[in-house]
């Protein structure tokens, strides 16, 4: 598929707020796309010390703790990211939790223009009943795909994620409607029909 600009696509998980602690991301996972190439998956890993997670915090975290008592942090992924984050959008389901973990970790860090695939599918199907990231996969039809993709991971993985919120852009590039729409509106959508529903 064709599509007009290269872009990188990227998730984190994160502990979940706790009294007492800050929010921490323990997985990062990106998927470089650009025109013409195959995409470029990486994923890691990140330090977090004994404590507490949220209770109800996704993941598979739960049986990873000594991995992630010695994985590197996120500052330490820098080279990698910078690799595949900077000068280009970066894509994110719900982009506050990624600038809120490049903020706290990484502050001198300038990453973007930030497009985010939770305002783009309110913006494309405002019918919707959920624009949660495995429901919009569902109602694309893309979950074979992400089940070819990841046969063994599932949604709040963060290289899966990464990948879904990836192939709605995808799937949006292959609209007629979407497909002369500039950055200025990937980055800002228009979101008035879902906001009157």
């Given amino acids: 598929m064709q599509f007009p600009f290269s872009f990188t ?27 013409g190439e195959k995409p470029v998956f990486w994923e890691s890993l990140l330090q977090v010390g004994p404590r507490p997670f949220h209770p109800r915090a996704p993941g598979r975290h739960a049986q990873l703790r000594e991995a992630l008592a010695e994985a590197p942090r996120l500052e330490e ?14 894509l994110a389901h719900n982009v506050a939790t990624e600038k809120k973990c490049f903020r706290q970790s990484v502050p001198m860090e300038k990453f973007g223009p930030w497009v985010d695939t939770l305002k783009l599918s309110r913006a494309a199907w405002p019918h919707l009943t959920s624009h949660k990231l495995e429901d919009v996969l569902v109602a694309l039809d ?5 089940q070819n993709q990841f046969p063994d991971r599932g949604a709040h993985d963060a290289l899966y994620d990464a990948y879904g919120s990836g192939l709605i852009l995808l799937h949006l590039f292959s609209l007629d409607e979407w497909k002369e729409v500039p950055l200025d509106l990937w980055v800002n959508p228009d979101l008035s029909r879902w906001h009157r529903r």
Wanted: proline share 11%; with cysteine; glycine share 6%.
């Fill in 9 to 35: 696509a990227i998730d984190f998980e994160t502990t979940g707020s706790v009294a007492g602690y800050p929010v921490e991301p323990w997985q990062v996972g990106l998927v470089s796309f650009s025109p």
């Fill in 77 to 90: 992924c820098l080279p990698v990211l910078r690799t595949y984050c900077s000068s280009k959008p970066l």
């Fill in 142 to 146: 893309l979950m074979n795909e992400m």
